[in-house]
């Protein structure tokens, strides 16, 4: 089961454009996690949001979390090639320490 | 290593064949899970371990599936009677007590 819905599901942009992804859900988290995958990797985290409304930013990628902590989103400022990935955000439920589901992914390619 | 491995890497198989997928946590991390993944999609939950003992199987998906972890340390997900709709990537990942996910590079299961 997929509690986490994200969009766009793909975007292909051009070196040095900006771009936005969502991860929207109905139920209420008590953190969330985004992950960046490569092709035959596994999934590699990036950041941990835990406060509703929080902003937290790693160079060029920010993140929020929603106020009422059931959203997220990561905006990319000025888009690398090295920036190529499948996007994907984890969600820990509002009544369980241990529990993480992954939303739809989003899948990024940057064209030099 | 220092990482999360998992084994095989890929495996083919033929329909109605039983399959063992092999992980091999981070030493000293308590929690293990293990996920299925289609091309471009976001990891689907199946099972999560505290040490021994399944702590959350809700993800799987019939009674074909089954995992265990017999010493709180290595774990193998078996697959009976294997279908063309299980194949996928099948990712493990471990936790320490908290904070993130650290994922092996996957199994990728074909069922011909």
């Known amino acids: 089961t997929q509690l986490l819905e994200q969009s766009p599901q793909f975007l292909s942009i051009q070196e040095g454009e900006n771009l936005t992804v969502y991860c929207n859900s109905s139920?209420?988290?008590?953190?969330l996690q985004w992950y960046r995958q490569e092709p035959g990797e596994g999934p590699v985290l990036l950041v941990t949001?835990?406060?509703?409304?929080e902003v937290k930013k790693l160079k060029r990628l920010t993140f929020q979390f929603g106020d009422a902590r059931k959203d997220s989103s990561l905006h990319i400022t000025a888009a690398q090639p090295g920036d190529t990935g499948l996007y994907l955000c984890?969600?820990?439920?509002?009544?369980?320490?241990?529990?993480?589901?992954f939303g739809t992914g989003t899948s990024l390619t940057v064209i030099p | 290593g220092a990482g999360v491995s998992q084994t095989p890497s890929n495996k083919v198989t033929e329909k109605g064949k039983y399959v063992e997928l092999r992980c091999d946590p981070i030493?000293?991390?308590?929690?293990l899970y293990w996920y299925r993944q289609s091309l471009g999609q976001g990891p689907e939950f199946l099972i999560y371990?505290?040490?021994?003992?399944?702590?959350?199987d809700s993800g799987l998906p019939n009674d074909r599936f089954f995992a265990v972890r017999p010493e709180g340390s290595v774990s193998t997900l078996k697959i009976q009677r294997t279908e063309r709709g299980d194949s996928a990537v099948y990712l493990c990942?471990?936790?320490?007590?908290?904070?993130?996910?650290?994922f092996g590079e996957g199994s990728r299961l074909t069922v011909l």
């Open positions: 990942a471990s936790r320490p007590g908290g904070g993130e996910l650290f």
């Open positions: 139920s209420v988290f008590s953190s």
């Open positions: 949001v835990v406060t509703g409304g």
């Open positions: 984890a969600g820990v439920p509002g009544d369980t320490g241990n529990q993480f589901y």
């Open positions: 030493s000293g991390h308590t929690a």
């Open positions: 371990f505290q040490g021994t003992g399944a702590a959350d």
